[in-house]
Protein backbone atom coordinates (compact mmCIF):
# COMPACT_ATOMS: atom_id res chain seq x y z
CA UNK A 1 0.00 0.00 0.00
CA UNK A 2 2.93 2.54 0.95
CA UNK A 3 4.63 1.64 -2.12
CA UNK A 4 1.25 1.77 -4.47
CA UNK A 5 0.98 5.77 -2.58
CA UNK A 6 4.54 6.68 -3.77
CA UNK A 7 4.51 5.50 -7.47
CA UNK A 8 1.07 7.21 -7.96
CA UNK A 9 2.15 10.39 -6.44
CA UNK A 10 5.74 9.91 -8.59
CA UNK A 11 2.75 8.56 -11.77
CA UNK A 12 1.48 11.55 -11.84
CA UNK A 13 3.20 13.17 -14.68
CA UNK A 14 2.05 14.48 -17.74
CA UNK A 15 1.55 12.50 -21.44
CA UNK A 16 2.44 15.88 -23.17
CA UNK A 17 4.57 18.92 -21.87
CA UNK A 18 2.11 21.59 -23.56
CA UNK A 19 -0.79 19.79 -21.14
CA UNK A 20 1.75 21.95 -18.16
CA UNK A 21 0.59 25.33 -17.47
CA UNK A 22 4.45 27.08 -16.03
CA UNK A 23 3.74 30.51 -14.07
CA UNK A 24 6.85 32.45 -12.69
CA UNK A 25 6.05 34.19 -9.32
CA UNK A 26 8.47 37.14 -8.30
CA UNK A 27 8.92 36.62 -4.33
CA UNK A 28 11.77 38.96 -3.15
CA UNK A 29 14.94 40.22 -4.31
CA UNK A 30 16.52 37.88 -6.99
CA UNK A 31 14.12 34.78 -5.98
CA UNK A 32 11.29 33.41 -8.00
CA UNK A 33 9.21 30.83 -7.76
CA UNK A 34 8.15 28.35 -10.63
CA UNK A 35 4.87 26.09 -10.18
CA UNK A 36 4.66 23.72 -13.20
CA UNK A 37 3.53 20.10 -12.45
CA UNK A 38 5.40 18.45 -9.28
CA UNK A 39 7.21 20.50 -6.38
CA UNK A 40 7.47 24.15 -6.66
CA UNK A 41 10.66 25.43 -8.00
CA UNK A 42 13.03 27.88 -6.53
CA UNK A 43 14.99 30.46 -8.60
CA UNK A 44 17.60 33.11 -7.41
CA UNK A 45 18.34 34.94 -10.38
CA UNK A 46 20.94 37.73 -10.89
CA UNK A 47 24.60 39.04 -11.62
CA UNK A 48 26.28 35.35 -10.17
CA UNK A 49 23.85 33.50 -13.10
CA UNK A 50 21.02 31.42 -11.86
CA UNK A 51 20.54 28.69 -9.18
CA UNK A 52 17.85 26.27 -9.20
CA UNK A 53 16.27 24.21 -6.37
CA UNK A 54 14.44 21.32 -8.00
CA UNK A 55 13.27 20.48 -11.04
CA UNK A 56 9.99 18.99 -11.24
CA UNK A 57 9.94 15.97 -14.41
CA UNK A 58 12.47 15.37 -16.92
CA UNK A 59 9.57 15.69 -20.20
CA UNK A 60 8.59 19.06 -19.09
CA UNK A 61 12.53 20.71 -18.73
CA UNK A 62 11.88 22.84 -22.50
CA UNK A 63 9.07 24.92 -20.71
CA UNK A 64 10.58 24.90 -17.78
CA UNK A 65 13.68 26.79 -19.10
CA UNK A 66 11.37 28.59 -21.18
CA UNK A 67 9.99 30.18 -18.01
CA UNK A 68 13.63 30.41 -16.47
CA UNK A 69 14.19 32.67 -19.35
CA UNK A 70 12.21 35.01 -18.57
CA UNK A 71 13.45 35.73 -15.40
CA UNK A 72 16.54 36.07 -16.39
CA UNK A 73 19.72 35.57 -18.78
CA UNK A 74 21.47 32.84 -16.40
CA UNK A 75 23.51 30.73 -17.15
CA UNK A 76 22.27 28.09 -14.82
CA UNK A 77 25.41 27.94 -12.07
CA UNK A 78 23.70 25.55 -9.34
CA UNK A 79 20.78 22.77 -8.68
CA UNK A 80 19.96 22.17 -5.15
CA UNK A 81 17.47 19.70 -4.50
CA UNK A 82 15.49 19.58 -1.28
CA UNK A 83 15.14 15.82 -1.32
CA UNK A 84 15.63 12.82 -4.03
CA UNK A 85 11.10 12.64 -4.85
CA UNK A 86 10.68 12.60 -8.70
CA UNK A 87 8.57 15.02 -9.14
CA UNK A 88 11.54 16.91 -7.69
CA UNK A 89 14.52 15.51 -8.91
CA UNK A 90 13.29 14.38 -12.85
CA UNK A 91 14.40 17.39 -14.10
CA UNK A 92 17.81 16.51 -13.24
CA UNK A 93 18.55 14.54 -16.10
CA UNK A 94 18.33 17.36 -17.47
CA UNK A 95 19.65 20.31 -15.90
CA UNK A 96 22.05 18.05 -14.52
CA UNK A 97 23.87 18.36 -17.55
CA UNK A 98 24.58 22.15 -17.02
CA UNK A 99 25.39 22.40 -13.59
CA UNK A 100 26.25 20.54 -10.42
CA UNK A 101 23.21 19.09 -8.15
CA UNK A 102 23.58 19.66 -4.70
CA UNK A 103 21.83 17.74 -1.88
CA UNK A 104 22.13 16.08 1.39
CA UNK A 105 23.89 12.83 1.38
CA UNK A 106 21.14 10.40 1.44
CA UNK A 107 19.41 12.18 -1.72
CA UNK A 108 22.26 10.53 -3.44
CA UNK A 109 22.53 7.09 -1.67
CA UNK A 110 17.99 6.94 -2.27
CA UNK A 111 18.47 8.07 -6.29
CA UNK A 112 21.35 5.57 -6.66
CA UNK A 113 19.31 2.86 -4.82
CA UNK A 114 20.12 -0.37 -7.07
CA UNK A 115 20.58 1.52 -10.14
CA UNK A 116 24.08 1.26 -12.53
CA UNK A 117 26.68 4.10 -12.27
CA UNK A 118 27.86 3.44 -16.11
CA UNK A 119 24.83 5.18 -17.42
CA UNK A 120 26.02 8.77 -17.51
CA UNK A 121 23.18 10.14 -18.14
CA UNK A 122 21.69 8.76 -14.94
CA UNK A 123 25.46 9.87 -13.19
CA UNK A 124 24.32 13.94 -14.62
CA UNK A 125 21.05 13.09 -12.43
CA UNK A 126 22.70 12.83 -9.00
CA UNK A 127 23.81 14.74 -6.90
CA UNK A 128 27.74 15.53 -7.10
CA UNK A 129 28.18 17.74 -3.82
CA UNK A 130 26.56 16.46 -1.22
CA UNK A 131 26.99 17.50 2.68
CA UNK A 132 25.35 16.17 6.17
CA UNK A 133 23.68 18.67 8.07
CA UNK A 134 24.16 22.35 7.76
CA UNK A 135 25.71 23.92 3.99
CA UNK A 136 26.30 27.42 2.73
CA UNK A 137 25.97 29.11 -0.94
CA UNK A 138 26.92 32.22 -1.57
CA UNK A 139 25.31 33.65 -4.53
CA UNK A 140 23.58 36.79 -6.13
CA UNK A 141 24.29 38.86 -2.76
CA UNK A 142 23.34 36.31 -0.26
CA UNK A 143 24.17 33.65 1.77
CA UNK A 144 21.75 30.88 1.38
CA UNK A 145 21.75 28.38 4.16
CA UNK A 146 20.79 24.61 3.73
CA UNK A 147 19.74 22.88 6.33
CA UNK A 148 19.14 19.24 7.06
CA UNK A 149 15.72 18.25 9.00
CA UNK A 150 16.18 14.58 10.16
CA UNK A 151 13.73 11.73 9.29
CA UNK A 152 10.42 13.41 8.36
CA UNK A 153 8.98 13.67 4.69
CA UNK A 154 12.30 11.57 4.18
CA UNK A 155 15.53 10.85 5.51
CA UNK A 156 17.32 13.55 3.03
CA UNK A 157 15.38 16.71 3.90
CA UNK A 158 16.83 20.35 2.88
CA UNK A 159 15.33 23.55 3.90
CA UNK A 160 17.02 26.40 1.94
CA UNK A 161 17.19 29.65 4.07
CA UNK A 162 17.99 32.74 1.43
CA UNK A 163 18.83 35.28 4.24
CA UNK A 164 19.13 38.47 2.66
CA UNK A 165 15.64 38.35 0.38
CA UNK A 166 14.06 36.56 3.99
CA UNK A 167 12.55 33.78 1.61
CA UNK A 168 12.49 30.19 3.00
CA UNK A 169 12.27 27.19 0.02
CA UNK A 170 10.94 24.48 2.78
CA UNK A 171 10.69 21.00 -0.42
CA UNK A 172 8.00 19.03 0.86
CA UNK A 173 8.19 19.77 4.90
CA UNK A 174 5.68 21.70 4.24
CA UNK A 175 2.51 21.56 1.69
CA UNK A 176 0.64 24.40 1.63
CA UNK A 177 -3.50 24.04 2.15
CA UNK A 178 -2.73 20.08 1.68
CA UNK A 179 -2.17 17.10 3.42
CA UNK A 180 1.67 16.40 2.84
CA UNK A 181 3.05 13.00 1.88
CA UNK A 182 5.01 11.71 4.14
CA UNK A 183 6.66 8.13 2.70
CA UNK A 184 7.55 6.28 5.66
CA UNK A 185 9.58 3.53 3.38
CA UNK A 186 11.82 6.45 2.66
CA UNK A 187 13.26 6.92 6.04
CA UNK A 188 10.29 9.57 6.60
CA UNK A 189 8.03 9.55 9.79
CA UNK A 190 4.95 11.01 11.23
CA UNK A 191 6.45 12.21 14.46
CA UNK A 192 9.48 13.42 12.63
CA UNK A 193 7.58 15.50 10.35
CA UNK A 194 5.52 16.78 12.94
CA UNK A 195 9.09 17.90 14.82
CA UNK A 196 9.92 19.45 11.84
CA UNK A 197 7.63 21.16 11.31
CA UNK A 198 7.47 22.55 15.19
CA UNK A 199 11.42 23.17 13.94
CA UNK A 200 10.50 25.77 10.94
CA UNK A 201 8.08 27.34 13.41
CA UNK A 202 11.17 28.42 15.35
CA UNK A 203 13.34 28.94 12.66
CA UNK A 204 11.61 30.93 10.12
CA UNK A 205 11.23 34.69 10.81
CA UNK A 206 7.50 36.09 11.11
CA UNK A 207 7.90 38.22 8.07
CA UNK A 208 9.63 35.88 5.43
CA UNK A 209 7.86 34.46 2.22
CA UNK A 210 7.77 30.38 1.92
CA UNK A 211 7.85 28.46 -0.87
CA UNK A 212 6.59 25.18 0.41
CA UNK A 213 6.71 21.95 -1.59
CA UNK A 214 3.47 22.17 -3.13
CA UNK A 215 1.02 24.67 -3.00
CA UNK A 216 0.85 28.61 -3.20
CA UNK A 217 3.10 30.96 -1.75
CA UNK A 218 2.79 30.94 1.39
CA UNK A 219 3.59 33.04 4.88
CA UNK A 220 4.43 31.75 8.14
CA UNK A 221 0.59 32.15 9.28
CA UNK A 222 0.02 29.52 6.35
CA UNK A 223 2.57 27.19 8.43
CA UNK A 224 1.04 27.45 11.57
CA UNK A 225 -2.29 26.99 10.46
CA UNK A 226 -0.63 23.70 8.25
CA UNK A 227 0.55 22.62 11.78
CA UNK A 228 -2.70 22.65 13.72
CA UNK A 229 -4.35 21.08 10.82
CA UNK A 230 -1.88 18.01 10.89
CA UNK A 231 -1.82 18.00 14.62
CA UNK A 232 -5.87 17.76 14.43
CA UNK A 233 -5.66 15.30 12.60
CA UNK A 234 -2.97 13.07 13.28
CA UNK A 235 -4.59 12.91 17.12
CA UNK A 236 -7.90 12.32 15.46
CA UNK A 237 -6.78 8.94 13.67
CA UNK A 238 -4.13 7.97 16.77
CA UNK A 239 -7.10 8.01 19.18
CA UNK A 240 -9.10 5.93 16.52
CA UNK A 241 -6.43 3.58 16.18
CA UNK A 242 -6.00 3.26 20.04
CA UNK A 243 -9.48 2.25 20.39
CA UNK A 244 -8.76 -0.51 18.55
CA UNK A 245 -10.73 0.81 14.87
CA UNK A 246 -9.37 -0.57 11.44
CA UNK A 247 -8.05 1.52 9.33
CA UNK A 248 -10.70 1.12 6.71
CA UNK A 249 -13.18 2.11 9.33
CA UNK A 250 -11.48 5.30 10.11
CA UNK A 251 -11.26 5.88 6.27
CA UNK A 252 -15.24 5.23 6.37
CA UNK A 253 -15.69 7.75 9.20
CA UNK A 254 -13.19 10.14 7.23
CA UNK A 255 -12.24 13.28 9.31
CA UNK A 256 -13.98 16.91 10.16
CA UNK A 257 -15.62 18.47 6.92
CA UNK A 258 -13.73 21.85 7.99
CA UNK A 259 -10.18 19.77 6.75
CA UNK A 260 -12.11 18.88 3.46
CA UNK A 261 -9.91 21.18 0.92
CA UNK A 262 -6.97 19.66 2.71
CA UNK A 263 -7.53 16.16 0.89
CA UNK A 264 -8.12 17.95 -2.44
CA UNK A 265 -5.15 18.67 -3.92
CA UNK A 266 -1.81 16.62 -3.05
CA UNK A 267 -2.46 13.40 -0.97
CA UNK A 268 -6.49 12.77 -0.40
CA UNK A 269 -8.19 12.37 3.18
CA UNK A 270 -8.51 8.45 2.61
CA UNK A 271 -4.02 8.40 1.86
CA UNK A 272 -3.44 10.92 4.75
CA UNK A 273 -4.88 8.34 7.05
CA UNK A 274 -3.38 5.78 5.73
CA UNK A 275 -0.21 7.25 6.28
CA UNK A 276 -1.15 8.38 9.76
CA UNK A 277 -2.76 5.09 10.44
CA UNK A 278 0.12 2.60 9.31
CA UNK A 279 2.32 5.08 11.20
CA UNK A 280 0.38 4.20 14.22
CA UNK A 281 0.02 0.67 14.07
CA UNK A 282 4.11 0.00 13.34
ZN1 LIG B 1 8.33 14.63 -1.82
Redesign the pocket.
Known amino acids: MRMTLLAL?LAAVPAFAEDVKITVYPVAGPVSMIEGRG?NIGISSGEDGMLMIDTQYANISAPIEDAMKTIGPGPLKLVVNT?F?G??TGGNINFGLKAPVVAQDNVRTRMIGTKDLKDAAFRSSLPTVTYADKASIHFNGEELRLVHVPNG??DGDTLIFFTKSNVVHT??QFTNGMYP?I?LTGGGSVDGYLANVAKMLELIPDDAKIIP?HGPLATKKDLLTFQTTLKDTIDTIRKAAAAGKTMEEVQAAGLPAKYDSWGKAFVSTKSWITIVYQSSTK
Open positions: LGHHDHHTGDFDG
